[in-house]
């Protein structure tokens, strides 16, 4: 391989580890204002259940908003997914496996999948279950709110 395509794919590399590193911190900030968001439009709501646009439309903006927030997890999910394939089959391409004592990241955890097994799924089930757990509370809190009014 000459030495521009080695530059490229080390350049391509770079900028896919990055990738990786931006949306798993896109995830945990989405996680954090996906709970405050939800709670202040809470705050907003319940005040204002009078009003019948609120209590008849407003009242499941919240649950809405989760949901469209679980789907953007989706992607950013499957974008991470997808890029470590790629840096693994970048590995692959330098050969790096075949290097005595040295690996890429991505190759070492594939190799090593049973020993970090656990933390890599409560790390995404983790996130999974918070997504979850927002929409069902609330979609209950919909529904609470919505019988509330109707009695």
């Excluded at 911190?25 to 405050?36: S, V």
């Excluded at 019948?52 to 991470?80: H, N, R």
């Excluded at 918070?130 to 919505?146: A, E, H, Q, T």
Aim: hydrophobic share 45%; glycine share 6%; proline share 1%.
């Amino acid at each position: 391989m000459d030495n521009y395509k080695k530059d490229m794919l080390l350049i391509d590399f770079e900028v896919r580890r990055n990738d990786v590193l931006q949306h798993l911190q896109r995830i945990e900030e989405d996680m954090r204002y996906g709970a405050i968001i939800t709670g202040g439009l809470w705050a907003w709501i319940i005040p204002n259940l009078d009003d019948e646009l609120v209590s008849t439309y407003l009242v499941w903006m919240p649950t809405v908003f989760v949901l469209f927030m679980c789907l953007k997890y989706i992607a950013q999910d499957g974008a991470v997914k997808f890029s470590g394939k790629y840096i693994r089959h970048l590995e692959d391409v330098f050969d790096l496996h075949s290097l005595k004592g040295c690996c890429g990241w991505e190759s070492y955890l594939k190799a090593n999948e049973a020993n970090h097994f656990i933390h890599r799924k409560l790390l995404r089930y983790h996130s999974v279950l918070f997504w979850l757990s927002l929409l069902v509370i609330n979609i209950f809190g919909g529904i609470y709110f919505k019988s509330f009014l109707e009695n």
